[in-house]
């Protein structure tokens, strides 16, 4: 099963766009959103990619209620209290978070497949035990303030591996 995995949206429907395209062209079956998309407006393009959706909150995400309407009925988001989500998808334990240092203190407990974070903005991937480890980058495509390299990563349950996808 293909999973997508984006974060860090920062309103850049632009963007958004095109990652959408190349989600269906790659045939996932999910998204996995590790937070901020910012604005409702966002929750709501990134809803009508007809998915189930599974996200966290960012730190620049505040209108949760508005952005659980327009997300729509295929938008899964984790509750408030929560810093993090857990979902099992084609048999694989799967967590995500927004910010780094949980998704790495949930890596090294061994317990998931994969963990998923964002926050960096920032693409990398790897192993922690045997577990994978991995920030998708973001598709705003902005790191440190100046432009960067937009990017979302498509998770392989069945190799339990990802592949970055440049927007």
Same mark, same amino acid.
Not at 1 to 18: C, F, G, R, T, Y
Not at 137 to 155: D, N, P, R, T
């Given at each position: 099963? /293909? ?17 959408? /395209? +190349?989600?269906?062209? %790659? /045939? #996932?079956? +999910?998204?996995? @959103? #590790?937070?901020?998309? #910012?604005?409702? @407006? ?19 995400? &505040? ?6 309407? $327009?997300?729509?009925?295929?938008? @899964?988001?984790?509750?408030?209290? %929560? &810093? *993090?989500? &857990?979902?099992?998808?084609?048999g694989k334990k799967i ?20 963990? *998923? ?5 920032? %693409?990398?991937?790897?192993?922690v035990g045997k577990t ?7 598709? #705003? ?10 990017? @979302?990563?498509i998770y392989d349950t069945? $190799? ?5 996808? $440049?927007?």
């Amino acid at each position: 099963m /293909k999973i997508a995995v984006l974060s860090d949206i920062h309103d850049h429907i632009w963007n958004l766009e095109k990652a959408k /395209k +190349a989600i269906k062209l %790659q /045939k #996932c079956k +999910a998204v996995i @959103f #590790c937070g901020d998309m #910012c604005a409702p @407006f966002t929750a709501g393009i990134l809803g009508n990619i007809e998915l189930s959706i599974y996200a966290v909150w960012g730190n620049v995400d &505040e209108d949760h209620w508005a952005m659980v309407q $327009k997300g729509g009925n295929n938008f @899964f988001a984790a509750p408030l209290s %929560q &810093e *993090f989500n &857990e979902q099992v998808l084609d048999g694989k334990k799967i967590a995500f978070c927004h910010y780094p240092m949980l998704g790495k203190l949930l890596a090294g407990t061994g317990y998931y497949d994969a963990v *998923f974070h964002g926050h960096t903005h920032r %693409q990398y991937y790897r192993k922690v035990g045997k577990t994978l480890l991995a920030n998708p980058g973001a598709v #705003c495509g902005i790191v440190g303030g100046k432009s960067g390299l937009a990017s @979302f990563m498509i998770y392989d349950t069945s $190799k339990n591996s990802v592949r970055l996808i $440049k927007i």
